[in-house]
């Protein structure tokens, strides 16, 4: 459908907008064009809308370099196995992926600000993902029971990690950024094989319930030198872990300062560590 008749810009839309199934008519693997003709002009795709295709029969799709954003559900439970979020692309819909059960890799756009909830919700081959240094949040339930999930690099910057983000996922070891200043309820529940926890916050804040809760009994919480004491005041933080040892280097080492005297001579000239500078 058009979206704007001043820019020229249309959005893919879900069928069943105009009467059709969607069911019978997004099969198999699919390419999205940059341009579409209408009545003599040519419109840039811009936009896939909410839903556009929502359980539909799609195992592969090609994304032009023209997309700007993807809506809420746009992909939700398709046969979809990898797929290119291209750069273009700045804003990704709420549960976009979720209950893609064939999905297993995907490449996202470096222009995202955020995850957003359940958007790989229930994904349980997705294995091969990374997530951009320009995204700051990641939403709730965003990669919950990704149980092929075995690593992922949360980025410097990330400030806000949702409830049950990483719930029940297949994740052996974590680093958590000295960017992160909120982590919801739940957000690691349930990830029986997480080892290695690697907070980088030197100063540690209240944190959701049971945000570590079931993980691994003999998991190990690495903490900046120097903040033992002042992560355990902060239980959540501290209880599910069966070791806490604080052998990350520290973000914010001490400086060393100096005080240098300059003595004036009184005849043009300055005493400085011995030596005799001349104005």
Known sequence: KITSETNREICVTNPTDLGLDRLEIYIGAWSIPSTVSYNGINYTVSSIDHQ??????????????????????????????????????????KSVFSNCHSLRSISLSSQLSSIPDGAFGSCELLSDITIPNSVTSIGQIAFYGCENLKSINIPDGIKTIGGSAFNKTGLSSVSIPSS????????????????????????????GDGVFKGISSTATLHLPQGTTSQYQEYPEWTQYFSAIVDDLANP???????????????????????SAIRG
């Open 52 to 93: 556009a295709f929502t359980s539909c029969r799609l195992t592969s799709i090609s994304l032009p370099n023209t997309l700007v954003t993807i809506g809420d559900e746009a992909f939700c439970s398709t046969y979809i196995e990898t797929i290119i979020i291209p750069n273009s692309v700045n804003s990704i819909g």
């Open 180 to 207: 992160v200043n909120r982590i919801d309820y739940s957000a690691f529940y349930g990830c029986q094989h997480l080892e290695n926890v690697y907070s980088y916050v030197f100063n540690p804040f209240n944190i």
């Open 252 to 274: 914010n080492p001490p400086v060393t300062t100096y005080t240098l005297s300059i003595r004036s001579t009184g005849n043009g000239t300055a005493n400085y560590g011995g």
